[in-house]
């Protein structure tokens, strides 16, 4: 599974980006983090590759994203967090 992030996974409980890769790490997962920096704000030509990369799987700059290991993905924080909370590591 593949974790996209802006900056890091630091920050207050409130930052998306923390609460999704904290949510998961309680769970008990060992995501692949990575870094997606930027803003989703921004232009497309302004966007880096990887946020260009998270748009053309969700069609939205934002993250945090959560991709599984079959394909799909969850990209909304609170879904994520949810998705942790149901589907503990074994």
């Not at 599984?68 to 589907?87: E, H, R, S, Y």
Request: proline share 6%.
């Amino acid at each position: 599974m593949k974790l996209y992030i802006c900056w890091s996974t630091g920050g207050s409980a409130h930052h998306d980006c923390h609460k999704a890769h904290q949510a998961l790490v309680d769970a008990g997962h060992s995501p692949d983090v990575v870094k997606a920096r930027g803003q989703e704000h921004l232009p497309t030509f302004l966007q880096r590759k990887v946020r260009r990369d998270v748009h053309a799987l969700t069609g939205s700059y934002f993250v945090p994203v959560l991709v599984l290991d079959d394909g799909t993905f969850i990209n909304k924080p609170d879904d994520i967090v949810a998705w942790a909370d149901a589907n503990p590591a074994r």
